[in-house]
């Protein structure tokens, strides 16, 4: 999957330092934002993520809302969105500025499924499972 860079939404801080830890040691340009980090380091870390310097960030809901990075085009909801209105928040992450996004969410529960019917019986759209493959037009703007 070929991306500019990729916002991956958990559930908790533990989660979210556990799987960047994972990425970090597979050697993936990545980097984590949560609350339970300094302001001072929140922000630090935004910058480096903003500045194309990482290009994954794993995140909780913290990074859900009003925050721009231009080049984000893939949104990864590794756990699900708690509503329909923090999935809608968590996606809006992608295809900003006029460009392409996709966004993948990962259904492991019967709650995840209650969530994913709710965001498409609220918004009104059809989300379908994941293809084999996926053209890089879709989601990435030329």
């Not at 960047?20 to 050697?27: G, R, S």
């Not at 934002?33 to 913290?62: C, S």
């Amino acid at each position: 999957l070929e991306f500019n860079q990729v916002v991956i939404f958990v559930k908790n801080v533990s989660r979210c330092t556990q799987l960047n830890k994972l990425l970090v040691e597979c050697n993936f340009p990545s980097i984590a934002m949560h609350a339970r980090l300094p302001q001072a380091e929140r922000i630090a870390r935004y910058k480096a993520f903003k500045d194309f310097k990482k290009r994954i960030l794993v995140a909780t809901d913290i990074f859900g809302r009003g925050i721009d990075v231009e080049r984000v085009n893939i949104v990864i909801n590794y756990d699900m969105s708690a509503d329909a209105d923090s999935y809608l928040h968590r996606v809006g992450r992608a295809g900003r500025f006029g460009t392409k996004g996709l966004a993948i969410s990962f259904i492991s529960s019967d709650e995840d499924e209650t969530t994913l019917n709710d965001v498409q019986s609220r918004f009104e759209v059809a989300i379908s499972e994941l293809p084999d493959a996926i053209d890089v037009s879709s989601y990435m703007t030329a």
